[in-house]
């Protein structure tokens, strides 16, 4: 009689024996019929033929970082606010003052943004 741990570890090692196997015949496949191109542009930085002219590792302005968080932050609040504004009515007065208090605190961090000037281009 055979141990039944011994059989899960058998089944578990030819389980990763066939995905194995899976994955190598799925490689070897793709790799024979994907279609390649003897086109010597193929081989240079951009396929447009334009050779870089600076580093594509430049910094960036923090503005632009700063604006991107800001957006997503305010665009969740949406995300927040719809589905309240949909089951308003069977939520009670309870949850109208949480989405009250929720929106000041977004109010008192956007005039905190705006006073910073994280908003303005210069």
Not at 92 to 102: E, H, N, Q, T
Request: proline residues 6%.
């Amino acid at each position: 009689m055979v141990n039944p741990t011994v059989d899960l570890f058998i089944q578990f090692f030819l389980m990763v024996v066939l995905a194995a196997g899976l994955f190598i015949a799925m490689l070897w496949i793709v790799h024979r019929l994907m279609p390649t191109s003897r086109n010597p542009n193929k081989g240079i930085p951009y396929e447009c033929g334009v050779v870089p002219s600076t580093d594509a590792r430049v910094p960036y302005n923090v503005h632009y970082y700063l604006v991107a968080v800001l957006f997503v932050l305010f665009d969740l609040e949406a995300v927040f606010m719809y589905p309240w504004a949909v089951a308003l009515r069977t939520l009670g007065k309870v949850a109208f003052v949480d989405m009250i208090v929720f929106v000041v605190i977004l109010l008192v961090g956007f005039i905190y943004v705006w006073r910073k000037g994280v908003l303005s281009w210069e």
